[in-house]
């Protein structure tokens, strides 16, 4: 039932061109202590995130990013090219795991899956796609589980606006 | 069974100092049109998060904050005293939903309160507290809701190092 990679597909998809078990592929990013560190002051400043020689004492055994960073790093590769959606990347809501801490030195890459389909009832212009996107590094390992619920268009005749759905 | 607000207790609590219906507040951030932008021009470069003048014409109407901003402010408010768990706030996973936008000049506020508390069977020294985290603007509407898992240890005598439980 699944559908062949979409890596590079680039032409943004309406609800109406999605099927369930449709992959895409997002470019990649290597993470490095600095950006942890600068990411760790502005939102998450706790030891393990801030300060290498803590970490070592911590649960973690070492310096790791904040999971809200990984998050972070992940929507950018998604909205850069890893999920091209219609209307942009508007999410309703997410469920994240996060099975193995982002390293400094890790290279992040997103492999994306269309879970679940469904036309909005109150709103035929719109509904919402459930897509689960996995950040994975350079050896593999799995860092991050995102599902996510987006409000997706229709099709190129849907206006897309009003409240959310 | 809900505890009075602990809203100002700071000292760091462990597992088995919590209790199902325990509440924190955290303390306040106004987000502004600049933080709006230089968060998207990082993490989610959207035309809704980052041009007012694009954004009046998508599904919100107006400039609105990145979701996984709204979730680094919420952090940063519970790091800094919203949610004082010992051993710092180490998420195993997380369920959110944004029921509002975030919008320029929006005051944000957390409060949290205590769901489940689960000690580890494979691991005495620590277990999960589940943690419902509520964030509202300066009008009382609820921009966020946050549910996460929290690896917490057990009590001052717990050493909390070691792999992820």
Redesign the interface.
Known sequence: MTNPNQAGAKEPLFLDDLQVGQRFASGSHRIDEEQILAFAR???????HLDAGAAR?????GLVA???HT???T??LL??GGLPIA????????????PN?TRPGDVLQVESEVVELRPSRSRPDRGIATIRSETRNQRGETLQVLVARL?VPRSATST?????A
Not at 42 to 48: A, G, H, K, L, S
Not at 87 to 98: D, F, R, S, V
């Open positions: 502005q939102f998450d400043p706790q030891p393990f004492h911590s649960l973690f055994q904040s999971g809200w998050v972070a790093i929507m950018r909205v850069e209307g942009g990347l508007i999410g309703a809501g997410a469920e994240i795991t996060w801490p409000v897309g606006a009003g409240p959310a």
